[in-house]
């Protein structure tokens, strides 16, 4: 697919998915407000509902109530007669009572509107408890069979003039009086919803006592949406609302219950309503659809604007891509035309730039191999020459191009250094593209000249890796000849500084042992006489004992080339006389950096032994660096203060010339940082060393009245710091 169609797909699918976004939040907010705004409009209904239901009741309580203040309902003297005849015309002025009667406190029927059942009992004796106690009640809702309708009881007790309780008035109502209140909550016509929403007025027990789509369950069935209602009820209290889903979709359930008006306590009746949320969000979800269909309307057209657009834009890219193409196969020359100034053209001007800094990079690279003085040689899958540098086949003897594409072990690896054949399987160098392993630093090898002469090298093998593919290696090697040479002389040198030493203290303590002799001898000789024949052994005793001393004079002139010669000296001088011996030492595969204080440091030191010491340490760090690495010798002006003897348990307080040798090496543990001083010890195989570097340099410094100390940690390097006192530059005058 072409960068234009990419660019127009990528358009048109951020369009459309912004799009999106922007529909979902405005279809989720409809949703939301207009779930709000139903709610609280069936809430707001519901409550006035039954505020309304309870105002009517409290209003006709209150009705009976004041009719048991009559003078003929309170009169103990009035016949059953009288008593009919006002009730009969307070049922003609209120007209929503109907059967009123009057019981006295057995539930004795006194008079009644009908004019039958008189002298029976009250049914109800439940409710009768409420009398007994002297209090009015409403009694709940029920189906009258005498009336064939349902209906509400009022009761109200009647008090004498003494205000003794002694009468009952109970009047009955027809409950399609209430019906009216509960059906004007059913209408909200602003949301056109009204034939969808279910409201059912139910008692405390849930039984029916209206519903506007259920006329067959009023007083028989408890409402299918009581159980929910109980535990809104249980948790929300006198209202509330909650949203209910079921398996055929969700519903907005609100209720309000009868909370009485003012003295009023009322039934515990409570008003239900629920309306599916298809029907309250049906606004929000055709708004949706609409958006939606604008939005593929939109996309139809922006497709092809946008691709014509992103064909104009990706041209220049095109021409890019095609001179990076050129670029790949080796064109080097090519170049991209710049056809205008903005970020397009800027680019342009920048791979041009690329190209030519890239063709530059190539060619010194090139010139870098080739002059590198280290030999390199890169090889294939097969061990066969893919690239010679003119280091690498001058060691070796060879022209370049006649190495290329020979075979390297058979060529210059092809035996061992006691002239015994070396497998191609055993081959380090092999490991490289064998098993993708980078071979440490190989010291102890020697490849082989085309005269049939072998030198030692140091070498290392890298595998070469393309598209996470090993493809071949790539071998390193240096000449190492001359190293080896050093390393044995110096040696040597040890050795023979270790035989002196040990020479030297024998002879001085044999010395003194000869000295009590000779003086012992003497003593005798004084005591004997001339002609004694014993003084004959006191003769031989004194000749032996001068060839024995003439012996340990011999020995000690021996030990004197270990006899420091002091004279005051300046050690940045010291370093740099030795730079050029201590670069042989270290090779090429390290790099030598000083760091001198610009200050002359004046010590009294014997300038032969301070060479001997930075020997030492640089032989030190080659061992300790086998892949490479870096030596810095650095210098400046320490001060010891009592704070740093007591830190660091030695030293005098004074100016000191600080001389600080680091090496980028293997490093040290702590077992081994604590013997390093001693002689003879080393860490090398048997043959390797002879132990006595360190410590040469330990007690070199001893003698110069100086401290040496060393930090190290495994894989960070090893850094030793060696303190020598400076002298004034006035006492170097005098």
Request: hydrophobic content about 40%; charged content about 25%.
């Amino acid at each position: 697919m072409k960068f234009a169609a990419k660019l127009a797909i990528l358009f048109s699918g951020i369009f459309l998915i912004l799009g999106v976004i922007v529909s979902y939040f405005i279809y989720t907010s409809n949703i939301k407000s207009l779930e709000e705004q139903i709610t609280d409009k069936l809430e707001e209904q519901a409550f006035h509902a039954m505020d309304k239901l309870d105002r009517m009741l409290f209003e006709k309580s209150a009705n009976i109530k004041m009719l048991t203040t009559d003078p003929v309902i309170m009169s103990r003297d009035s016949t059953p007669k009288q008593i009919t005849e006002k009730l009969k015309t307070f049922e003609k002025n209120y007209k929503v009572f109907v059967y009123m009667s009057l019981f006295d406190l057995n539930r004795l029927r006194i008079a009644d509107t009908s004019g039958k059942n008189i002298g029976k009992q009250h049914p109800f004796t439940e409710y009768w408890q409420e009398i007994a106690e002297g209090n009015d009640f409403v009694m709940d809702a029920y189906m009258s069979g005498a009336l064939q309708e349902a209906v509400i009881y009022f009761a109200a007790v009647v008090k004498d003039e003494k205000g003794f309780p002694f009468r009952v008035i109970v009047s009955r109502m027809s409950i399609e009086n209430l019906y009216g209140i509960i059906k004007h909550a059913v209408g909200i016509h602003e949301f056109e919803i009204e034939k969808t929403l279910k409201v059912n007025l139910v008692n405390k027990n849930g039984i029916l006592l209206y519903s506007n789509y259920n006329k067959k369950g009023i007083f028989k069935e408890i409402a299918p949406d009581w159980e929910i209602t109980k535990k809104f009820i249980a948790t929300e209290g006198k209202i509330g609302s909650q949203k209910h889903y079921h398996s055929e979709g969700g519903e907005i359930y609100t209720f309000v219950r009868e909370h009485g008006y003012l003295d009023f306590k009322g039934n515990d009746w409570t008003l239900i309503s629920h309306l599916p949320t298809k029907v309250i969000f049906q606004p929000a979800v055709e708004l949706r659809n609409r958006m939606i269909i604008i939005l593929l309307v939109i996309g139809a057209f922006a497709f092809p604007v946008v691709y014509l657009f992103s064909r104009k834009v990706s041209e220049p890219i095109t021409k890019l891509q095609n001179a990076a193409v050129e670029i790949g196969r080796g064109n080097l020359d090519v170049k991209v035309e710049i056809s205008s100034k903005d970020e397009i053209g800027q680019l342009s001007a920048f791979f041009n730039k690329m190209a030519l800094d890239l063709k530059k990079h190539i060619q010194q690279n090139d010139l870098i191999l080739k002059s590198a003085g280290e030999g390199i040689l890169g090889l294939d899958l097969d061990g066969k020459h893919t690239f010679v540098n003119p280091a690498a086949a001058k060691m070796l003897g060879y022209k370049v191009r006649e190495l290329l594409g020979k075979h390297s072990h058979s060529i210059w690896h092809h035996t061992k250094e006691d002239g015994s054949p070396y497998p191609e399987e055993e081959c380090p160098i092999y490991d490289a593209f064998r098993k993708g392993s980078v071979n440490q630093r190989v010291r102890d090898e020697v490849f082989w000249r085309k005269d049939g002469t072998s030198f030692p090298v140091a070498y290392t093998s890298t595998p070469i890796i393309e598209d996470d593919r090993i493809v071949g290696a790539v071998v390193t090697f240096t000449d190492i000849t001359e190293r080896k040479n050093l390393e044995q002389q110096f040696r040597q040198a040890q050795k023979m500084e270790a035989v002196g030493r040990l020479t030297g203290g024998i002879a001085h303590d044999f010395n003194n042992t000869l000295q009590i002799i000779m003086s012992i001898g003497g003593l005798l000789q004084l005591k004997i006489k001339e002609d004694d024949p014993l003084r004959e052994y006191i003769n031989d005793l004194f000749a032996v004992t001068s060839r024995a001393a003439n012996l340990t004079k011999s020995l000690l002139a021996f030990s004197r080339k270990q006899i420091l010669n002091p004279m005051p000296v300046n050690l940045n001088d010291i370093i740099k006389n030795a730079e050029k011996l201590l670069s042989r030492i270290i090779g090429e595969d390290i790099e030598l950096k000083t760091e001198l204080s610009d200050k002359d440091l004046i010590v009294i030191a014997d300038s032969g032994q301070i060479e001997q010491v930075l020997m030492n340490l640089a032989t030190n760090s080659w061992d300790a660096m086998p892949e490479g690495g870096e030596l810095i010798i650095e210098t400046g002006i320490m001060e010891m203060d009592e704070e740093f003897v007591k830190t660091h348990g030695y030293g005098k307080t004074g100016e000191y010339a600080l001389m600080a040798v680091t090496d980028t090496g293997l490093g040290m543990d702590e077992g081994t940082k604590e013997k390093i001083f001693e002689p003879f010890f080393t860490t090398k195989e048997v043959g390797k060393g002879t132990g006595l570097g360190l410590s040469t340099v330990y007690g070199i410094i001893k003698q110069h009245d100086g401290y040496i100390n060393v930090y190290s940690e495994v894989g960070r390097g090893t850094t030793f710091r060696i303190y020598l006192p400076l002298i004034k530059r006035e006492v170097l005058n005098k």
